[in-house]
């Protein structure tokens, strides 16, 4: 007798016979599972992959991070036992930039990185010699002060949906109909769950709430509270909460449906940079920003290191001069990504935020 033991259905028929034998589930439940597969399954940055994220267009994005870690660390006296931690570390690429230019600035930090897909870690581990690894931020090191950055981290995180209808709002699950997902209203969420100026929002206005990112944030803010340091956040979303489905996938660098098969695209939602500096301040964190990632990496010099590096390399003139608008421009991703920074209460602000 032979078994297939290798078989192993798709993330699509798992989450279907759950819902026909359990019921729909939330929204938060179903991007976590397809994010969690997603991540898992691969490398999804670059040309030939799904997406293109900051530091992966260009050097100059990590190592204006680093140079702003290492310039806060600088002026908050140069304390010693501080750790570099990265949520989401992508392919490392970041991480070696910054920390190339940290220890030019002269910083080298041991590496933390919080990482939860098994494939990336070994892409991470192929850039950056000595890192330990983490599952989530529980077990980072609890001396000694933390220099954090997530780019496009906290974008990935799933968030609740809820629905206006009727009378109150409810949480939006997924169904079931002829084997297709489906989004459809389920039960009613109280009120108080709403911020007040979006209550009275339009019928089927949708409000994407994140208690996932909430923990997050919370638990980095203590430990800056409680260690010392400073966290840069980057990512694409709304400076204030505002009701609006902003769910989407990307896959193959083009929009597709998040509700055909999960765990096959990138699922990100803007990020509610409200909602992350209120959980913040709530444990005493000074929350620094946002401001636009044009304006900030301008700030930081990106002019001057696009010069330095076109000057070094005159063939790549056009390249470092196309990538430096890439990040910077308004109709690019200069304005819609914003950078927020989470002090604490006795660090300097970090540059470039004011
Ligand atoms: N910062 C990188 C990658 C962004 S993509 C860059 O800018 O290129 C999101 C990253 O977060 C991936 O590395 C993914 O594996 C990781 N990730 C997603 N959800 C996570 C979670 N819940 N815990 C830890 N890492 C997670």
Redesign the pocket.
């Known amino acids: 007798m032979s078994y297939k033991l290798s078989f192993s259905p798709s993330l699509a028929d798992t989450l279907r016979r759950l819902i026909a034998t359990s019921g729909p589930i939330s929204v938060a439940e179903y991007m976590a599972r397809a994010?969690a597969h997603y991540?898992a399954t691969r490398d999804p940055?670059g040309a030939g992959g799904d997406f293109a994220?900051?530091?992966?267009i260009s050097q100059m994005f990590g190592e204006l991070a680093g140079l702003c870690l290492a310039d806060a660390w600088d002026r908050a006296g140069r304390p010693r036992r501080t750790s570099y931690v990265e949520?989401?570390?992508?392919?490392g690429?970041?991480a070696a930039d910054a920390l190339r230019a940290m220890r030019a600035a002269g910083l080298e930090p041991p590496v933390e990185l919080?990482?939860?897909?098994k494939l990336?870690r070994a892409k991470q581990a192929e850039r950056l010699p000595a890192v330990r690894w983490h599952d989530?931020l529980a077990t980072l090191p609890e001396t000694g002060p933390l220099l954090v950055v997530a780019?496009?981290?906290f974008d990935?995180?799933p968030v609740r949906q809820l629905v206006r209808s009727g009378f109150g709002w409810r949480e939006r699950v997924v169904d079931l109909e002829a084997e297709r997902f489906v989004p459809r209203p389920g039960a009613p969420v109280p009120a108080s769950a709403i911020p007040a100026h979006v209550r009275e929002a339009p019928q089927a206005s949708v409000l994407e709430v994140s208690p996932a990112a909430a923990a997050v944030v919370r638990e980095l803010a203590r430990r800056l509270v409680a260690q010392g340091g400073v966290a840069l956040i980057v990512d694409y979303g709304h400076a204030r909460t505002a009701a609006a489905d902003t769910l989407q996938a990307v896959r193959g660098h083009a929009y597709a449906d998040p509700w055909t098969d999960p765990g096959e695209s990138d699922l990100t939602v803007h990020v509610d940079f409200e909602a992350l500096a209120a959980a913040a301040e709530a444990e005493g964190a000074r929350v620094v920003g946002p401001v636009e990632q044009g304006a900030w990496l301008t700030a930081l010099g990106i002019d001057a290191r696009a010069a330095a590096l076109a000057a070094a390399a005159p063939a790549r003139r056009e390249e470092v001069e196309a990538a430096r608008r890439r990040l910077v421009d308004a109709d690019q991703m200069g304005t819609l990504f914003k950078v927020v920074a989470l002090a604490a209460p006795d660090w300097p602000d970090p540059a470039g935020l004011a």
């Open positions: 994010n991540y940055f994220t900051a530091p992966e949520l989401g570390p992508g392919r690429t970041l919080v990482e939860t897909s990336l989530d780019n496009e981290f990935a995180l």
